[in-house]
């Protein structure tokens, strides 16, 4: 199983970028996907996750700002990251289960993306 993420970068408070992750090697239709992410210094978090269904859910600190979608054909999930912040700045990692349960939590993930680093300017 390899998840490929994409579309990090450097950014100004109060723009936008998308990320993506390419998956390969899993059903990805079956596959519960998640965002999470790592700022210096600190633990990894939940960011958002989508389910097979596509019932999604975000974390407060992202929620209103943040949108996770799925595209099966494409075997690709992404996330649309708008009104950036500084404190958002961190190493975004996406991730695949096929549990359904604690879909919040890392521990539940069994594949996990590399990473592509998210900076954004004050």
């Known amino acids: 199983v390899q998840l490929q993420a994409s579309g990090g970068g450097l950014v100004q408070a109060g723009g936008s970028l998308r990320l993506s992750c390419a998956a390969s090697?899993?059903?990805?239709?079956?596959?519960?996907m998640a965002w999470f992410r790592q700022a210096p210094g600190k633990e990894r978090e939940f960011v958002a996750t989508?389910?097979?269904?596509?019932?999604?859910y975000y974390a407060d600190s992202v929620k209103g700002r943040f949108t996770i979608s799925r595209d099966n054909a494409k075997n690709t999930v992404y996330l649309q990251m708008n009104s950036l912040k500084p404190e958002d700045t961190a190493v975004y990692y996406c991730?695949?289960?096929?549990?359904?349960?604690?879909?919040?939590?890392?521990?539940?993930?069994?594949?996990w993306g590399q990473g592509t680093l998210v900076t954004v300017s004050s």
């Open positions: 989508i389910r097979i269904s596509g019932t999604s």
């Open positions: 090697g899993l059903t990805f239709s079956s596959a519960n």
């Open positions: 991730a695949a289960t096929g549990l359904t349960y604690r879909l919040t939590t890392e521990s539940t993930y069994n594949y």
